[in-house]
């Protein structure tokens, strides 16, 4: 299997600096900032700095040193977004779009981290 990583998308931008973005954590191998058009209170978006372009891309190829860093750093904003549902806080959901049939819109790896309200369904039935 070979991916194609286009370096032209805004996230990649973003990790060259050449667009601003709303910084959450950054460590040596991930990056974490709010989504500029947020659906909840709380909605981050965590990416690895590699260029993978979706989460199997990641998970098939990246180092484990970076998924350590990546899983940990995303563990670590939901505790400092205070959504972990212990101590009376209501908990989270996590989602990646990958490929056209979840309208990845940014073709460069990213976790979704929302929270800070009642989420609902995980999904809209139908379709
Ligand atoms: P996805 O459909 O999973 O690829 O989602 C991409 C997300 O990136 C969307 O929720 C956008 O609102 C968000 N987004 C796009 N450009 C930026 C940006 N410059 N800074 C922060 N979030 C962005």
Do not use: W
């Amino acid at each position: 299997m070979s991916y194609d990583y286009d370096d032209q998308n805004i996230f990649a931008k973003i990790l060259r600096g050449e667009i601003p973005n709303d910084t959450v954590l950054e460590t040596e191998h991930s990056l974490a900032f709010r989504d500029i058009q947020p659906h909840a209170p709380v909605h981050v978006l965590v990416i690895p700095k590699g260029a993978y372009v979706s989460f199997d891309h990641f998970a098939a190829e990246a180092d484990p040193v970076e998924i350590v860093d990546f899983t940990r750093a995303l563990g670590r904003i939901c505790q400092t977004e205070n959504v972990c549902p212990v101590d009376g806080h209501e908990g989270y959901r996590l989602l990646s779009n990958a490929g056209p049939a979840a309208n990845q819109e940014v073709p460069h790896m990213h976790m979704h981290l929302v929270g800070g309200h009642s989420l609902g369904a995980i999904l809209p039935r139908g379709g």
